[in-house]
Structures are given as C-alpha cells and as structure tokens.
C-alpha cells in the first residue's frame, strides 16, 4: 500500500527582473505545485480537472517591502463546478492539503 503523497513544488517563476523594466519595484513569485497522484483522484472522474491541478499560487511583496501576501485559489471552487460527489470530495480534500502547505510555509518557526 502507497503512502499518502503530499504536495510539492513543481515550478517557479521569479518575476522581478522583467516587471522591474516596467517600473514595479515589487518581488513576485509564482509557484506551481502538485502531485500526480493526488491529481489523479479527480482526472479519474473529470478530466477537465486538468486545467486546475496542479495548483498555482502568487507570493507578492507588499509595497513597503517589509511584508508578503499568499494568493491561491481553492481548488474546489474551479474543479468540482458540476457537484459530482466523489470529484467535490477529491477536490475538496486538494482543498485542505494546498491549505497545509501554505500554513506550513507560512507559519514556520524561524
């Protein structure tokens, strides 16, 4: 029996260096994270799922360069559209792992 997968960075994007040329003076990063294996648990049901898993998610620098904002959207508000049950229970758990991973990166103890 597998055990149950997390989530992980597949991808990032540092836009600081070209939206710097356009005048913003912010730091912005991008991220892409997933897991097949739990991307898999709604493909199987609509594979139209696809285009939300896996997730993205915006880490923007505030204005006074002091503080950052987190932005994601909730995995179950775009995917499970139609209210299939078992696609809604698969995306709403996507829901509280993405949540996890954020909190954790968030909330780390220094």
């Known amino acids: 029996m ?3 997968e997390r989530l ?3 991808w990032r994007n540092r836009s600081r260096g070209w939206i710097a040329k356009y005048g913003i ?8 994270f997933g897991n ?43 995917i499970a559209i139609n209210r299939e049950p078992e696609l809604l229970a698969a995306a709403q758990a996507l829901d509280a792992k993405a949540h996890a991973y954020v909190a954790a990166a968030v909330c780390a103890e220094d």
């Open 8 to 10: 992980r960075a597949v």
């Open 36 to 78: 097949p294996l739990i991307a898999i648990t709604m493909l199987r049901h609509d594979l139209q799922a696809g285009l939300f898993v896996p997730i993205e998610l915006l880490l923007l620098e505030t204005e006074d360069q002091r503080r950052c904002s987190v932005s994601y959207v909730r995995p179950s508000s775009l």
């Open 2 to 4: 597998r055990r149950p």
């Open 25 to 32: 003076r912010r730091r912005a990063l991008r991220w892409i």
